[in-house]
């Protein structure tokens, strides 16, 4: 059996990559979103794993909230760039929530129950000219122990 955590990520990169976006964007799914800011001439969506957190909510009965984080980032030179990067952002963020996938995903996982996007988070790269975003994706899964 494949870890929930792995599979979803799997999935969610799959549609993305699958999927039509405002810009031409590298969809790759990694266990660690690493890349040098050189590289990012063009814009990068990374899909890793989160975590998982789980919670007793009936005499055996799990409910698991599973996380994938989404990384979209781009090395910008100008206004327009940034305007089509919160454009990206946006668009996969819809497509996150919408949930409208042709690919299969793992039994039990269904729409997101959140999704949060972070704009810059810390405010990190702005002196190398670097546009991010980090879009936290929950999936909620229902799970009895026999």
């Not at 059996?1 to 969809?27: E, F, H, N, Q, Y």
């Not at 590289?39 to 055996?60: C, H, S």
């Not at 991010?132 to 122990?145: K, L, P, Q, V």
């Given at each position: 059996?494949?870890?929930?955590?792995?599979?979803?990520?799997?999935?969610?990169?799959?549609?993305?990559?699958?999927?039509?976006?405002?810009?031409?964007?590298?969809?790759?799914?990694?266990?660690?979103?690493?890349?040098?800011?050189?590289?990012?001439?063009?814009?990068?969506?990374?899909?890793?794993?989160?975590?998982?957190d789980t919670t007793l909510i009936g005499r055996k009965?799990?409910?698991?909230?599973?996380?994938?984080?989404?990384?979209?980032?781009?090395?910008?030179?100008?206004?327009?760039?940034?305007?089509?990067?919160?454009?990206?952002?946006?668009?996969?963020?819809?497509?996150?929530?919408?949930?409208?996938?042709?690919?299969?995903?793992?039994?039990?996982?269904?729409?997101?129950?959140?999704?949060?996007?972070?704009?810059?988070?810390?405010?990190?790269?702005?002196?190398?000219?670097?546009?991010r975003a980090i879009i936290t994706a929950t999936y909620?899964?229902?799970?009895?122990?026999?």
């Amino acid at each position: 059996m494949s870890s929930k955590l792995r599979t979803i990520a799997d999935s969610l990169a799959a549609g993305l990559a699958a999927a039509t976006l405002p810009i031409a964007a590298s969809v790759q799914r990694q266990n660690w979103a690493h890349i040098d800011v050189d590289q990012m001439a063009n814009p990068v969506v990374f899909v890793t794993p989160g975590g998982a957190d789980t919670t007793l909510i009936g005499r055996k009965v799990w409910q698991t909230d599973n996380t994938a984080l989404v990384f979209v980032g781009r090395r910008v030179a100008v206004d327009a760039d940034v305007n089509a990067m919160f454009d990206l952002a946006d668009e996969i963020y819809r497509l996150i929530r919408s949930h409208s996938w042709g690919n299969t995903w793992p039994s039990g996982i269904t729409y997101p129950v959140n999704v949060a996007i972070d704009i810059n988070p810390d405010d990190a790269l702005n002196e190398r000219n670097v546009w991010r975003a980090i879009i936290t994706a929950t999936y909620r899964e229902i799970s009895n122990d026999s």
